[in-house]
Nanobody, 120 residues
Framework: QVQLAESGGGLVQAGGPLRLSCAAS????????MGWYRQAPGKKRELVARITSDAITNYADSVKGRFTISRDNAKNTVYLQMNILKPEDTAVYYC??????????????WGQGTQVTVSS
């Protein structure tokens, strides 16, 4: 069993920063990927940023240059630093961890989500 504890959401003005954190606990494979996804009202959940245990990252085009994902493997924690926030970044942000074996996703666990609201 894996549990994810998210924190850091809230209300921020456009142009401002916000930092999300997500700590994983339980049985965690040494090979894994942690990431942030978001879902705005009426839209599908989409990948925001993802980082593997080897520190390989990928980002959605819409956040490149504004968001930075990082992780602390010793703490099994992933961070999302969000800068120059825009109203269109408003969404529920979900943390996820994928357990990998040979590059294949064995299991994915989702956090409960944290609301990010960007006012114009």
């Amino acid at each position: 069993q894996v549990q994810l504890a998210e924190s850091g959401g809230g209300l921020v003005q456009a142009g401002g920063p916000l930092r999300l954190s997500c700590a994983a606990s339980g049985t965690i494979f040494s090979s894994n990927a942690m990431g942030w996804y978001r879902q705005a009202p009426g839209k599908k959940r989409e990948l925001v940023a993802r980082i593997t245990s080897d520190a390989i990252t990928n980002y959605a085009d819409s956040v490149k240059g504004r968001f930075t994902i990082s992780r602390d493997n010793a703490k099994n924690t992933v961070y999302l630093q969000m800068n120059i926030l825009k109203p269109e970044d408003t969404a529920v942000y979900y943390c996820a961890i994928c357990m990998l074996s040979g590059g294949v996703v064995i299991r994915t666990t989702w956090g409960q989500g944290t609301q990010v609201t960007v006012s114009s």
